[in-house]
């Protein structure tokens, strides 16, 4: 079966440091993998999507098909990037993405 | 700019109650879906719906079902609530795009409901 897996529930880093938010995931074919954010009180939101292989707010993943990995990077925490982070798995347009289970990162100055 | 909007951002029902959250989306998007968001447990599948009058069950169903009689509209009820359906509920809808992913799941800002 398709899965996601993050696993760390928390990531507690200072303000400057190297953030690498883990996503390790289980398909057999070709997968579509995403970062979604949930920031304080505010909706889930899309940050970024393996195809675009962008940067977005300085976080970069780039998809490792023989590690099955999807890690979120950023080379220096702020504090605003203190939120909820999910990785999701699509299978085919249009379905539903799966989910993992989240990471809290918390950045302190 | 997608617009992924539900009825109530809190709610307190009773054990036993009917509930209904509503989920309303602007953007023709043929798929629709509803998650509930536990800590720990991410966000889990209750139900999704590919077309008006269609639906599929997701991974947890038992005690919800759900009602898309229009395309922009997909309804979650609750029969008879209980306290382990207390949690944040989540909506979203996604277009079917195209292969190769330039679409993706917009999300409503959700519904916490607690149940007495």
């Known amino acids: 079966a398709q899965r996601v897996t993050q696993p760390e529930k928390l990531l507690s880093v200072f303000k400057g440091a190297p953030v690498e938010l883990k996503c390790n995931y289980s398909y057999s074919g070709s997968p579509e993998l995403f970062w979604y954010v949930q920031y304080s009180r505010q909706r889930l939101q899309l940050l970024l999507r393996h195809i675009s292989r962008e940067s977005i707010k300085g976080f970069t993943a780039d998809l490792n098909k023989g590690e099955t990995s999807f890690h979120l990077k950023k080379p220096f925490a702020q504090e605003e990037d203190s939120a909820m982070y999910y990785c999701a798995l699509s299978i085919q347009a249009g379905t539903a993405l799966i989910f993992g289970k989240g990471t809290t990162l918390s950045v302190s100055s | 700019d997608v617009k992924v909007t539900q009825s109530s951002r809190y709610l307190v029902k009773r054990t036993g109650e009917k509930v209904f959250l509503e989920c309303v989306q602007d953007?023709?998007?043929?798929?629709m879906f509803w998650y509930r968001q536990d800590p720990g447990l991410g966000l889990r599948l209750i139900y999704f719906s590919y077309d008006v009058k269609m639906k599929e069950k997701g991974d947890i169903p038992e005690g919800y079902s759900v009602s898309r009689e229009k395309k922009e509209r997909f309804s979650l009820i609750l029969e008879s609530a209980s306290t382990n359906q207390t949690s944040m509920y989540l909506c979203?809808?996604?277009?079917?795009?195209?292969?190769?992913?330039?679409?993706?799941?917009?999300f409503g800002p959700g519904t916490r409901l607690t149940v007495l």
């Open positions: 953007m023709d998007h043929e798929n």
């Open positions: 979203a809808s996604r277009p079917n795009g195209l292969a190769g992913g330039t679409d993706t799941q917009y």
